[in-house]
Structure formats: structure tokens, C-alpha cells
């Protein structure tokens, strides 16, 4: 089974407005990693969060991390339309495995 | 360009056939990975290649898909006897290090679509 699950499925909003992604996961991990995906297109790299950090930024984005609740948020403030894009979740394994393990992801719909 | 190349970008055949992908990584990017992704579903590991090491294959579905890499340069993923459920878009990606903190970057993948 995969080790993350993106909530909500979908979310629209209005550009400006906030968008707030929640993933959580089964088991320990080294790090979790948040990657976008435009339609038709590969994921491009966001950001990555290590299990011994709780926060993080990168210009717009905000990641948080709960070990204690396994489960991360990430937030997109003042949404603009180019961030119309699914969003998906990567678990690193706390076993030296060296793969990523994805979520479903998040469609996200910024409306003009 | 300098990021993942996959070819072809859509691929279409008929159950049964074999089909060759094609991936590109960026150069000196020593790991490389192939993953499945169905539609409105997340991806799907299937295997993993580390500079000489031997691949991690445990993703591979079953014995008609198999990968190559020459040594850190291009990789084909070969789907043998194809079927109806193989469709999907396959992603390559391919990372600069070891390990699991350095980011993966990917192709645009190439639709596969099996009749």
C-alpha cells in the first residue's frame, strides 16, 4: 500500500486565497518531499522536509512536518492561477531504502 | 535541453506486442528510476539505478517488464507480451546522489496506451 495519502482529493479556490495540502503517512521516515505535477507534464521537485525538522519555507510554500501524528501540510499562500497543478506527497523510508514512496495527490484549481 | 528526455512521448500498440521506453537522465545524475503512474493515481515505483550497483527491481510487476541502464546514461524500460492494464504513463527520473535527499527530476513521460 502506498506509505502517503494527500486530503483533500481536490481543492478550488480563488486566486489570492490560501491552499492548504495535508498528507499522512503509515511509518517512520527519513524525509518527506512535496513534488507538483501540471497536466501532462513530469513532477518537479518543491521542497523537502527531514524528520528531525517541524518547518519550513520556500518563497510561497510552507511545510510542516508532525512526526508524533505522522502527517505534513502544505501551504501555498495568495494562490495564483500557474499554481493550478496536482500535488503529491513523497515518503523516504527510515531503513536506508532509497526510493520515494508517492501519494495520490492533491488537484488543486486556482480560479482567476 | 538539460532535464530528463523520455521518448516516445505517446505510444500506442496493440495487446500482445513488446514496447521499448526511452530515458535520457541528466548528465552525471548517477540514480535513476522508473516509475508507473495510472490515470488520476499517484506513481508507482518500479525500479531503481544507482551508478553500478545492482538495480532494485522489487517495484517490477511482474516478468514481462524488465530495465536496462549502461553504466550512468540511458535506460529502457521493456514491457514484453503487453496488456489492456499496462496502459499508463511510465516517468523516468533521475537524481544527482545516493539516497533519498536529493531531489528527483523528472521526464514528461511517455503515454502508453495498449488496444
Known amino acids: 500500500s502506498q506509505q502517503g495519502e494527500e486530503d483533500p482529493q481536490a481543492l478550488s479556490i480563488q486566486e489570492g486565497e490560501n491552499a492548504t495540502m495535508n498528507c499522512s503517512y503509515k511509518?517512520?521516515?527519513?524525509?518527506l518531499q512535496w513534488y507538483r505535477q501540471n497536466s501532462g507534464r513530469g513532477l518537479v521537485h518543491l521542497i523537502l522536509?527531514?524528520?528531525?525538522?517541524r518547518e519550513k519555507h520556500s518563497g510561497r510554500l510552507r511545510v510542516t512536518l508532525d512526526t508524533s501524528k505522522k502527517s505534513s501540510s502544505l501551504l501555498i499562500t495568495a494562490s495564483r492561477a500557474a499554481d493550478t497543478a496536482s500535488y503529491f506527497c513523497?515518503?523516504?523510508?527510515?531503513?536506508?531504502?532509497?526510493?520515494?514512496?508517492f501519494g495520490k495527490g492533491t488537484m488543486l484549481l486556482v480560479s482567476p | 535541453g538539460a532535464g530528463v528526455s523520455q521518448s516516445p512521448s505517446n505510444k500506442v500498440t496493440e495487446k500482445g506486442k513488446d514496447v521499448e521506453l526511452r530515458c535520457d537522465p541528466i548528465?552525471?545524475?548517477?540514480?535513476l528510476y522508473w516509475y508507473r503512474q495510472r490515470l488520476g493515481q499517484g506513481l508507482e515505483f518500479l525500479i531503481y539505478?544507482?551508478?553500478?550497483?545492482?538495480?532494485?527491481k522489487s517495484g517490477l510487476p511482474s516478468d514481462r517488464f524488465s530495465a536496462e541502464r549502461t553504466g550512468e546514461s540511458v535506460s529502457t524500460l521493456t514491457i514484453q507480451r503487453t496488456q489492456q492494464e499496462d496502459s499508463a504513463v511510465y516517468l523516468c527520473?533521475?537524481?544527482?546522489?545516493?539516497?533519498?535527499?536529493?531531489?528527483?527530476?523528472f521526464g514528461d513521460g511517455t503515454r502508453l496506451s495498449i488496444l
Open positions: 527520473a533521475s537524481s544527482i546522489g545516493t539516497g533519498t535527499t536529493s531531489p528527483q527530476h
Open positions: 511509518t517512520s521516515i527519513n524525509n
Open positions: 548528465s552525471g545524475h548517477t540514480a
Open positions: 522536509i527531514r524528520s528531525n525538522e
Open positions: 539505478f544507482q551508478g553500478n550497483s545492482a538495480p532494485d
Open positions: 513523497a515518503t523516504a523510508a527510515n531503513s536506508g531504502y532509497s526510493t520515494l514512496t
